[in-house]
């Protein structure tokens, strides 16, 4: 069984949970927008299920709300962020919007945060700076999730990467794993009662697995084999490293609720005008979309699509018609409101 909600009442939900706890009114409408991009995307290992993890972290201390912090510009397009625990959603578009600036002045600038939460779909963040007609690349860390290319244990994070375009009538977005698979699909998958699809996870003897229970022991597995693998250890190395955060093992807080959080973003903006193709990139970048996309269908698909043309479709199907969740997700964070907001 499910339940269907609007965005405005997943956003309202998450918000009054959020501020029931004390975060600022700032800090909790980005960080309902962002999970209800990603539901409203299809991307439920990014969304709303996410809430009551939270609400335990921000209980216990682990995620602190309403804090200040600390940005310090290293060179004139460099902004280094310690976010003192904080929001990571919040804190990674807020101090984007604070690059920005530079971003413009000196055609490329370059932020990194640390010391924050897990700042959830990355796109979210490279789709909006592509709006504002900057290119953005995204880069954070995650838990070991992912057992290295020939290997059979967790020694890698997901370590997302998202590309953000300007383009017309929507941004170019590529928001990808370096898994086959995010462990919050995992378990999505979990709560719906279905099995994962084969090459996605192996269980903890290292034996390919499509039970979610079993994957969740067990370890993702990199997309595209040795080349997922390759992307995922040296986005780590860049968007661990870089920031002064941690990197393998020593990454944790994102899906538990007993360490403080210890990934690392990274987020790179070019201004296309600084270029010599930047007054043609909207344009050159929609020629090639359509071409792609008008382009002769393989063999068992009816078109050929761009990285995230399935995701909005979905998203403007749901934006009229509501966003499906499982009954025991969103009732989950119903009683979490109740609870919080007496």
Request: net charge neutral.
């Amino acid at each position: 069984m499910s339940v269907t909600v609007s965005r405005k009442q997943q956003i309202e939900l998450i918000t009054s949970v959020l501020r029931g706890l004390g975060a600022s009114e700032e800090e909790s409408f980005i960080q309902a927008d962002v999970w209800t991009e990603a539901d409203l995307r299809g991307i439920h290992s990014h969304g709303v299920q996410r809430l009551p993890v939270m609400v335990t972290r921000i209980q216990k201390g682990l995620l602190k709300v309403n804090v200040k912090p600390e940005r310090t510009w290293t060179t004139d397009s460099v902004l280094n962020v310690d976010g003192k625990d904080g929001f990571g959603t919040a804190i990674a578009e807020t101090s984007l919007r604070e690059l920005t600036p530079a971003a413009r002045k000196h055609g490329v600038a370059v932020l990194t945060v640390r010391n924050a939460a897990h700042i959830g779909m990355v796109g979210y963040y490279a789709e909006r700076r592509a709006l504002e007609g900057l290119v953005c690349i995204g880069f954070t860390t995650t838990e070991v999730l992912v057992h290295p290319f020939g290997g059979a244990e967790a020694l890698v994070g997901t370590n997302p990467i998202a590309i953000g375009i300007p383009s017309s009538p929507r941004p170019f977005l590529l928001d990808m794993a370096t898994s086959v698979s995010a462990m919050g699909k995992i378990i999505d998958f979990k709560h719906r009662g279905e099995k994962i699809p084969e090459g996605w996870a192996i269980d903890k003897e290292g034996n390919p697995t499509t039970d979610p229970e079993a994957a969740l022991h067990g370890s993702l597995t990199p997309a595209g084999g040795p080349k997922g693998y390759g992307l995922g250890i040296s986005i780590a190395m860049l968007a661990g490293l870089l920031p002064g955060t941690e990197i393998g093992r020593a990454v944790l807080g994102t899906l538990d609720t007993e360490y403080r959080c210890t990934v690392g973003d990274l987020f790179i903006v070019l201004d296309p005008k600084a270029f010599p193709g930047g007054e043609t990139l909207v344009a050159g970048v929609k020629g090639y979309l359509d071409e792609l996309r008008a382009s002769k269908p393989g063999k068992g698909f009816k078109q050929v699509s761009a990285p995230g043309d399935p995701e909005n479709r979905l998203r403007e199907e749901r934006l009229a018609n509501g966003i499906p969740h499982p009954e025991e997700v969103w009732h989950d964070a119903e009683r979490l409101r109740s609870t919080i907001c007496k």
